[in-house]
């Protein structure tokens, strides 16, 4: 099987990560921070541990408190999404009703939470668009800012077409436009991929799963919430110290952390992050770059191939959105599986506004999408099957 | 009355609740006939609504209700409390799966097979076995059909006769390759007999054979399949492993984002015969296929084949629909 669906979850998973997860459940499997023996202790060093390389490695390494972990990106991101507007509700200062801006370019997993907060008349909703290739304008985010404007949440990069948004130029300009506006990034496509400085690019809450590109095991996640950033707890429960508490404790990142760690992926991800330091992110964003690279050249080079959004390599990640002429695009995915073993996504990828904005819905495209592990062969290996596939129809 | 019923035999028929599952050809000739019999209660479980090609053989409905494109489930109801109105007869519009299986047959004292497809009769014989309900095996292709009475812990169950379902795509369908009433008839019929018997408390005189008709070479033949119970290595009745159930061999189905379609995929590998099953499809629509795919509109569906078994079937969201439509066109 050539997997190529990588923007999904990463697959292969490095050998370290399961025989970190393994080890962890064999020899420390306690609960963190749940009584104070050896092996509790144990658990809760390693959770410990990997907040702080995760908080170090979007630079946030002053403040690992501040970094909260999740069950995947979607739950980060409700987390962030209702905790802020339960906190505006506390806060008192609901009498004009927030505005959020948001973009065509997110997945549902913002999408949904907004426009159910919307339609229900929490907030007040803009969605701004993109370029023809698939990019957001600083100029035209902040345009969209009013005084009302109390959350801006985007995306570091589409998950259909891999482009790569400016957030360091879109940061800049929403704390020049917005006061206390807050600048959310849904770094699902980019971290472990692209470099991210949530102080360069002054970020307040950025938003991550564990389980792409930072080669952790499904179920992981996380939250980092800025220390500017008043967040309520959207999940309340037990924290394993402060019981006398009767509502959930003010302290990061307890307040945010109700309920036993996911501690078998946390694990998982302690390695991925080992991973990603041995390899080198710059090492693994060159391969990537020069696969896709390969790949919008193999696409490019057969009749009846479109390609969505840019044709370069450049400010990307390594995913490519395409249609086939004559096929649908489910029609597509299921050959690749079927005839040529090979695994990629049709459809709308969880993204409606993105295909509607580059002409794809509702039949949407293929997305083949690459990883550390895909090699030259495998690129070749698709671009051959689409030659044969564009052919026949 | 028939010394073999008798009265005694007649009061046990009132009390009996038999579930036919599936009341197409072989469901609706056995529907009529146990209510024609005082089952005291009868309930009807089909996913289908009646089409105008179904009333060439399923006895139970007419124009009307093509016409009202009623459930046949709902039909099946209608007509048969005008038939006896002193029985309670239920029809459900239900697609039989795993999860609902076992509810659906429960309490019953038997059940008839009248299912479209062989994944839906393994699981049927998973839930019997599990919970002890004699079943009564049905199935006819253009002038030929069989007929098996699986009574769990007695008689060989239908995995120790046939070790799994067919591939996809590899069984000829009765909306592809047809069937003529006669057969169908037949086949219900013995189908009805046997639950007679074991409805009246006289399961020795049960047919433990499998029975099989050709009626266009007017031949009836009896296969002993008792020894095949006997062997011990049925992972249903035997090892009561009722992997069906657990859904270890179902299809799956998923409602296509962006599409108005489902698609409908098989666990385990498979390569499907493009041309047997675009001859058959021919029957029906026009078929256009190239190396990857095959393409069929059939009705209001547009059906798309790929080379493992899959298909994505366009024209529903439902699920159950998609099923349907497979069973009946592609076959498994």
Not at chain 1, 34 to 37: A, K, S, V
Not at chain 1, 210 to 218: E, I, R, V, W
């Given at each position: 099987m050539t997997y190529l669906d990588n923007a999904a979850t990463t697959f292969p998973k490095p050998r370290t990560v399961h025989d970190a997860a393994s080890t962890f459940m064999q020899t420390l499997g306690a609960n963190p921070g749940?009584?104070?023996?050896r092996l509790a202790a144990g658990a809760s060093r390693m959770v410990e541990a990997t907040r702080l390389a995760l908080a170090r490695f979007v630079n946030a390494g002053s403040t690992p408190e501040r970094v909260v972990f999740a069950h995947n990106g979607t739950d980060a991101l409700n987390m962030a999404i209702k905790g802020l507007v339960h906190a505006w509700h506390r806060d008192g200062r609901t009498h004009v009703v927030p505005h959020v801006v948001t973009s065509v370019l997110e997945h549902n997993s913002v999408s949904r939470p907004l426009e159910q907060l919307a339609a229900d008349g929490v907030i007040a909703l803009t969605r701004v668009d993109c370029d023809a290739d698939g990019y957001l304008s600083p100029g035209v985010v902040a345009a969209a800012m009013?005084?009302?404007?109390r959350l801006v949440a985007l995306t570091h990069c589409s998950n259909v077409l891999g482009t790569v948004q400016p957030i360091a130029e879109i940061g800049a300009k929403v704390r020049e436009r917005g006061g206390d506006a807050v600048f959310l990034v849904d770094a699902a496509q980019t971290i472990g991929v692209e470099p991210i400085d949530v102080e360069a690019a002054q970020v307040d809450v950025l938003a991550f799963p564990?389980?792409?590109?930072?080669?952790?095991?499904?179920g992981t996640g996380g939250l980092y919430v800025a220390p500017r950033v008043e967040l309520a707890p959207w999940r309340e429960g037990g924290?394993?110290?402060?019981?006398?508490?009767?509502?959930?404790?003010?302290?990061?990142p307890h307040r945010l952390e109700g309920g036993t760690h996911n501690t078998i992926g946390i694990a998982s991800l302690k390695a991925g992050l080992g991973f990603i330091a041995a390899t080198g992110l710059d090492a693994i964003r060159q391969h990537e770059t020069r696969l896709v690279s390969r790949l919008l050249d193999g696409l490019a080079a057969v009749p009846g191939v479109t390609i969505h959004?840019?044709?370069?390599?450049?400010?990307?990640?390594?995913t490519v959105a395409f249609s086939v002429k004559g096929y649908a695009s489910q029609d597509v995915g299921a050959i690749l599986d079927t005839s040529f073993d090979i695994a990629v996504r049709p459809g709308l990828h969880c993204a409606p506004y993105c295909h509607q904005a580059i002409g794809t819905y509702p039949d949407g495209a293929v997305r083949a999408s690459l990883g550390y592990f895909t090699t030259d062969a495998d690129v070749d290996a698709l671009a051959d099957a689409i030659a044969q596939v564009a052919a026949a129809s | 009355m028939f010394g073999g019923i008798g009265p005694e035999g007649q009061r046990r028929l009132g009390q009996a609740h038999v579930v036919c599952l599936g009341c197409g050809a072989l469901g609706s000739v056995a529907a009529n006939t146990l209510a024609r019999a005082g089952i005291g209660r009868l309930t009807i479980v089909d996913r289908d609504v009646v089409e105008e090609s179904n009333l060439q053989r399923q006895v139970l409905f007419d124009e009307d209700d093509v016409r009202d494109a009623l459930p046949k489930a709902v039909a099946a109801e209608r007509r048969l409390r005008r038939v006896n109105s002193q029985i309670d007869v239920r029809g459900l519009v239900a697609d039989a799966h795993h999860a609902n299986i076992e509810a659906l047959i429960a309490g019953a004292d038997l059940v008839i097979d009248g299912a479209d497809n062989f994944e839906t009769r393994f699981l049927l014989n998973d839930a019997c076995v599990k919970h002890g309900i004699p079943w009564i095996y049905g199935a006819c292709i253009g002038s030929y059909g069989l007929s098996m009475v699986v009574i769990p812990g007695e008689t060989p169950c239908l995995r120790c006769v046939v070790e799994g379902a067919p591939p996809p795509g590899l069984t000829p369908t009765c909306d592809t390759s047809g069937v003529i009433g006669p057969v169908v008839n037949m086949i219900a019929s013995i189908q009805c007999a046997e639950a007679l018997k074991l409805l009246t408390g006289q399961a020795h005189l049960v047919n433990r054979d499998m029975v099989t008709v050709d009626v266009w070479d007017a031949r009836v033949q009896r296969m002993k399949v008792h020894a095949l119970r006997d062997l011990?290595?049925?992972?249903?009745?035997?090892?009561?492993?009722f992997e069906h159930l657990a859904a270890e061999h179902a299809s799956q189905t998923t409602t296509l984002c962006g599409r108005n379609s489902v698609q409908i995929s098989f666990p385990d590998d498979h390569t499907i015969d493009f041309d047997a099953v675009s001859a058959r499809l021919a029957a029906v629509g026009r078929v256009q296929r190239n190396a990857f795919l095959l393409r069929c509109a059939i009705d209001t569906y547009d059906v798309t084949v790929f080379r493992d078994g899959r298909a994505i079937v366009e024209g529903t969201r439902e699920p159950s629909v998609a099923r349907s439509v497979y069973a009946k066109y592609i076959g498994i």
């Open positions: 749940r009584g104070g023996h009013t005084p009302a404007t564990g389980h792409k590109a930072l080669m952790g095991y499904p924290t394993g110290g402060d019981s006398k508490h009767p509502v959930q404790p003010g302290e990061y959004g840019p044709r370069t390599a450049q400010r990307r990640v390594a | 011990g290595a049925c992972p249903c009745c035997s090892h009561r492993r």
